[in-house]
């Protein structure tokens, strides 16, 4: 961020605000992690502050402190509503255009309340009158723990703020080992570290919390999993049915996608998820090296991300959506044969 920008936040906060922390629909640890991290610290400058997601999340993230306070968008309209229309400050995080907020989106554009927009994705809209936006992040809680840092606060960083950053991180860098990761990230985790984040207890509650329900599940993907050697890539899917077979709950899928991309010789992979809820299937691509499963899903897919991990969407059928993504890979034969 810009100084005046840093100087013109800190003035801002000077004084008691009404702040909303809204994130991305469907959150993740990153999403979650950042908002409840930002929540913390703004609660130590004595700000009203309220944290609103668009819809649930997983169990496996309802560990993390500050959950109690969450509202969800989905089954609280009003109050969300209300809370948006009367904000001053809105935080947008993990998410760069107000549609990756589902039903929230309307509330979010008219709301005339200040915005501030911290992201690691890429193509940000242009909305919010300051812009932290930094593709080479590993994540949205490295980001704010560096707002935290520019505003010269991290003697406030306790270890509830850490537990949130550090879950953040951990998650979108696949446990620290995708390329994102630089020897700052490993600082800042040892920094979180010393602050009272227990590095071992989280990913034990991320990780080590499997239902035999979802393991099930997972030994359907894998049976499901299949490759096309010539375009270096192995794909999944799942159908309505298969979910509903082995009681399927919201963060089951999670990584999934991972196996695929684990084989030897493959660049590209992806997995192929139906919603009869929402009239859609869901998708999932990760990559290696330079290959932009970015590019691959804004271009074909209605969706967008990063270089390396990506999601989409398709109003197709399952099996007309696989047949779409099979018939667009010669094209990126090319690039896929040379990582």
Same mark, same amino acid.
């Not at 059928?317 to 034969?333: A, C, D, Q, R, W």
């Given at each position: ?14 004084? &008691?605000?009404?702040?909303?922390? @809204? ?23 004595? %700000?009203?502050?309220? @944290? ?9 993230? +309802?560990?993390? &402190? ?10 609280d309209k009003d109050t969300s509503d209300n809370l948006i229309n009367c904000a001053d400050v809105i935080f947008t995080l993990d998410f760069n255009a107000f549609h990756r907020t589902g039903e929230m989106e309307t509330a979010l554009a008219n709301s005339e309340a200040l915005k501030i927009m911290i992201d690691h994705h890429q193509a940000p809209d242009n909305y919010a009158t300051y812009t932290y936006s930094d593709v080479s992040m590993t994540s949205t809680c490295e980001m704010v723990y560096n707002y935290i840092d520019l505003l010269n606060d991290t003697n406030l960083i306790d270890a509830d703020i850490a537990t949130c950053l550090y879950l953040g ?9 995708? &390329?994102? /990761?630089?020897?700052?990230?490993? %600082? ?24 035999? !329900? ?11 999993? +299949?490759?096309? &050697?010539?375009?270096? /890539? ?15 709950? +919201? ?5 999934? @996608? ?47 991300? %990063? ?15 696989? !047949? ?16």
């Amino acid at each position: 961020m810009k100084k005046q920008d840093l100087l013109d936040i800190k003035h801002l906060f000077s004084t &008691p605000k009404h702040i909303v922390i @809204v994130a991305h629909k469907n959150p993740d640890g990153d999403a979650i992690g950042s908002s409840l991290g930002l929540f913390h610290y703004l609660k130590k400058l004595n %700000h009203n502050v309220q @944290v609103i997601m668009p819809n649930d999340y997983p169990e496996f993230l +309802k560990w993390v &402190p500050g959950n109690n306070v969450v509202l969800k968008y989905e089954t609280d309209k009003d109050t969300s509503d209300n809370l948006i229309n009367c904000a001053d400050v809105i935080f947008t995080l993990d998410f760069n255009a107000f549609h990756r907020t589902g039903e929230m989106e309307t509330a979010l554009a008219n709301s005339e309340a200040l915005k501030i927009m911290i992201d690691h994705h890429q193509a940000p809209d242009n909305y919010a009158t300051y812009t932290y936006s930094d593709v080479s992040m590993t994540s949205t809680c490295e980001m704010v723990y560096n707002y935290i840092d520019l505003l010269n606060d991290t003697n406030l960083i306790d270890a509830d703020i850490a537990t949130c950053l550090y879950l953040g991180i951990m998650t979108d860098t696949g446990s620290f080992r995708f &390329p994102s /990761t630089t020897s700052k990230t490993h %600082h800042i985790i040892a920094n979180l570290i010393e602050k009272g984040a227990n590095n071992s207890q989280i990913h034990n509650n991320i990780y080590d919390t499997n239902s035999f !329900e979802r393991l099930q599940l997972l030994g359907c993907a894998l049976n499901n999993l +299949k490759t096309i &050697p010539e375009s270096k /890539t192995a794909y999944i899917t799942l159908s309505q049915d298969e979910l509903n077979r082995y009681n399927y709950k +919201k963060g089951f899928t999670e990584g999934f @996608v991972n196996y695929g991309l684990s084989l030897q010789g493959i660049v590209l992979a992806a997995i192929f998820i139906e919603d009869k809820q929402e009239g859609i299937i869901k998708i999932s691509l990760r990559s290696k090296g330079n290959f932009s499963v970015n590019l691959m899903s804004r271009e074909h897919f209605n969706g967008g991300g %990063h270089t390396n991990a990506a999601g989409g969407r398709s109003s197709l059928s399952l099996n007309e959506t696989v !047949e779409k993504f099979i018939s667009i890979l010669p094209s990126y034969n090319n690039a896929l044969n040379n990582e």
